[in-house]
């Protein structure tokens, strides 16, 4: 079974940091492109991060660049995102999501479950 | 930054119902494009990838038609398990874009 599951998220003050992990099974990771997406309580979806399956060119969305970093273990099937400098607009529920179900395609498909993360004092 | 425009906001139907949703983009994004359902409390759903491909395990009666900066997403006969919020998103350029969600609710 085709699994993502997230973990690392909690309460953090401003200013915190924070190392979110997500834990792949099910399929060969280390051939998938993957991301960080999150959702701000009652608010819609932002993509957050990407990176490549091994080598390549990683992105971030402006409002986290310079304060987030991606990285992945392939060997340990898992995909990370440090956050740092974190505020209150940092606040959501992340999702990793791969693009596993898209026939080559850059969509996302499975996601995990989410994990939560509140910045507040 | 391409600009994800969704219609309406909210769109009550009955059951049984034809739902036509819209999304429209604010530059081409070829047929890079996909809808996604989300229920309360659980991740996104893939419904259609690639402008009008149904994602493994999708009822047909979800349909997905457009190109360039148009889209829609069409539920032929809305069931109870229909309900929930669908979000739209281009995955042609950097940064990656969501429209703000379209709100199914029961009429």
């Known amino acids: 079974e085709v699994q993502l599951v997230e973990s690392g998220g909690g309460l953090v003050q401003p200013g915190g940091s924070l190392r979110l992990s997500c834990a792949a099974s099910g399929f060969t990771f280390s051939n998938y492109n993957m991301n960080w997406v999150r959702q701000a309580p009652g608010k819609g979806l932002e993509w957050v991060s990407y990176?490549?399956?091994?080598?390549?060119?990683?992105y971030y969305a402006d409002s986290v660049k310079g304060r987030f970093t991606i990285s992945r273990d392939n060997a340990k099937n898992s995909l990370y995102l440090q956050m740092t400098s974190l505020g209150a607009e940092d606040t959501a529920v992340y999702y990793c999501?791969?693009?596993?179900?898209?026939?080559?395609?850059?969509?996302?498909?499975?996601w995990g479950q989410g994990t939560l993360v509140t910045v507040s004092s | 930054e391409i600009v994800m425009t969704q219609s309406p906001a909210t769109l009550s139907v009955s059951p049984g119902e034809r739902a036509t949703l819209s999304c429209r983009a604010s530059?081409?994004?070829?047929?890079?494009f996909a809808w996604y359902q989300q229920k309360p409390g659980q991740p996104p759903r893939l419904l259609i990838y690639g402008a009008s491909t149904r994602a493994t395990g999708i009822p047909a009666r979800f349909s997905g038609s457009g190109s360039g900066t148009e889209f829609t997403l069409t539920i032929s006969s809305l069931q109870s398990e229909d309900f929930a919020v669908y979000y739209c998103q281009q995955y042609n350029n950097w940064p990656r874009t969501f429209g703000q969600g379209t709100k199914v609710e029961i009429k």
């Open positions: 990176i490549p399956s091994s080598s390549g060119t990683i």
């Open positions: 999501a791969s693009s596993l179900y898209c026939s080559g395609g850059s969509c996302y498909s499975p």
């Open positions: 530059q081409s994004v070829g047929n890079n």
